[in-house]
């Protein structure tokens, strides 16, 4: 069972930044962000596989960087030009056959941290 547990999330005006953290109690190759606002299924945002591979939702290209820690075990988003449509729960995600954007087929999921961001 991998634990993760996400933290920095915060209340932010629009055009501001953030960096969320994720701990990973285990290595796993693949491991993502996703994002969830009231009323709204959950979205994917950023994916890492491996050592250099990443993908983005079209939403955040540009303004959202994902990276790892290999020694730290701990995934990081950094959040730049945050806007009000990025408030949302924002939740770390590991281990999937496919390893996209997609939530279903996550095995592995942390608890959230939430993203508000002002207008």
């Known amino acids: 069972q991998v634990q993760l547990v996400e933290s920095g999330g915060g209340s932010v005006q629009a055009g501001g930044s953030l960096r969320l953290s994720c701990v990973a109690s285990?290595?796993?190759?693949?491991m993502s962000w996703f994002r969830q606002a009231p009323g709204k299924e959950r979205e994917g945002v950023a994916v890492?596989?491996?050592?250099?591979?990443?993908r983005y939702a079209d939403s955040v290209q540009g303004r959202f960087t994902i990276s790892r820690d290999y020694a730290k075990n701990t995934l990081y988003l950094q959040m730049n030009s945050l806007k009000s449509e990025d408030s949302a729960m924002y939740y770390c995600?590991?281990?999937?056959?496919?390893?996209?954007?997609?939530?279903?087929?996550?095995?592995?999921w942390g608890q959230g941290t939430q993203v508000t961001v002002s207008s």
């Open positions: 995600a590991a281990e999937a056959s496919d390893c996209g954007l997609a939530p279903s087929g996550y095995k592995y």
């Open positions: 285990e290595y796993r190759a693949c």
């Open positions: 890492k596989y491996g050592f250099s591979s990443t």
